[in-house]
């Protein structure tokens, strides 16, 4: 099986060039519905008077057009069903339009993911609820695993002036194909007892200390936060390997393949390439692609650009 890296909408390329049940993992951090663009940073050098380098926009209008194709193609009339009450309640606003964009991208994910297979969408706090109901209609309610808190750092700096409780956490939400059979390495699923540690009357496990939903460990920290951090590839919204290697060792098997479908800078296909598992990466973004591409200099893949009809150009 060969690696990918898709250069296009990743709607066309889910339909037109992933087929059914071939997935065995899927990790997507789409856009926030933040309503602000992002930058690529450090892409010019200090004092040059220069903006930094655009690396995607996370911007939403309604788009009534988008909103009717998607009602009239009807693929999933249970989860058109629930949209519907969705723009209905929102009154077509900007989130409105970003859980449009969203719903039919979640069919065809629920489409390639194998019968054993997992899905982690990561998302904001602001959006995981409207979210949570399309996934539990498409992937049915017995069918959702966890959600996970993930804490992306301390709270220092700017997150400070927030006139409100600082918000210092994302949301993954865990669902599977089949609640009855699907990928978990449950030894994969602890950290190592601290040097030295012993249990009050014995009976540790020897595996060391279960991991909960709760995410937060310095080593998981986003590499914004952490000042000296080499893994910071410029893009605003990476997410540091060691998260991504944590959820590609659990729910995928050496061999297997993990597909990311908004990839940003490519952080899920190292993880992936790194555990022995196959890849596919999609993003819109040149200035992702480019990125990527850059992180992934030596791997072996194959790279195509998709066009609008889903054709390679």
């Known amino acids: 099986m060969d690696n990918f890296l898709y250069h296009g909408d990743n709607l066309i390329v889910l339909r037109e060039h992933i087929p ?44 009534e057009e988008a909103y009717e194709a998607f009602r009239k193609e009807d693929a999933c009339s249970p989860l058109t069903a629930a949209l519907t009450a969705l723009v209905e309640a929102r009154k077509r606003d ?9 719903a039919p991208r979640l069919i065809e994910l ?41 804490r992306s750092g301390w709270v220092s700096g700017f997150k400070t002036r927030a006139q409100n409780w600082v918000r210092n956490h994302d ?3 865990y669902y599977v194909r089949d609640q009855r059979h ?18 009050r009357g014995g ?27 080499r893994e910071k590839c410029g893009y605003a919204t990476q997410k540091p ?11 995928s098997s050496p061999g297997d393949c993990v597909l990311d479908p908004f990839c940003g800078g490519g952080t899920t296909l190292l993880a992936a390439q790194a555990l022995g598992r196959h890849w596919i990466g999609i993003d819109y973004s040149a200035q992702a692609i480019s990125l990527s591409r850059q992180r992934l200099a030596g791997i072996d893949y194959k790279f195509q650009e998709i066009g609008e009809r889903g054709k390679t150009e």
């Open 20 to 63: 059914d049940d071939s997935i065995a993992l899927v990790y997507l951090d789409p856009p926030f519905a933040s309503q602000r663009d992002y930058l690529l940073l450090g892409t010019t050098p200090p004092g040059s008077g220069k903006p930094e380098t655009p690396a995607f926009a996370d911007v939403w209008a309604w788009d």
């Open 94 to 102: 900007s989130l409105a339009a970003y859980l449009v964009m969203m």
């Open 110 to 150: 629920r489409r390639v993911l194998s019968p054993t297979g997992s899905l982690y969408l990561h998302c904001a706090p602001a959006a995981s609820h409207y979210l949570k109901i399309l996934l539990d209609v498409l992937f049915r309610p017995e069918n959702f695993r966890r959600e996970i808190v993930w």
């Open 171 to 173: 949301i993954l939400l």
């Open 182 to 199: 699907f990928t978990f390495h449950t030894e994969a699923r602890f950290r190592p007892h601290p040097s030295g540690y012993t249990r």
């Open 203 to 229: 009976g540790a496990s020897p595996f060391g200390i279960a991991i909960d939903d709760v995410w937060d460990e310095p080593a998981l920290y986003s590499p914004w936060i952490k000042s000296f951090s």
């Open 241 to 251: 390997l060691a998260l991504l290697d944590r959820i590609v060792r659990v729910s």
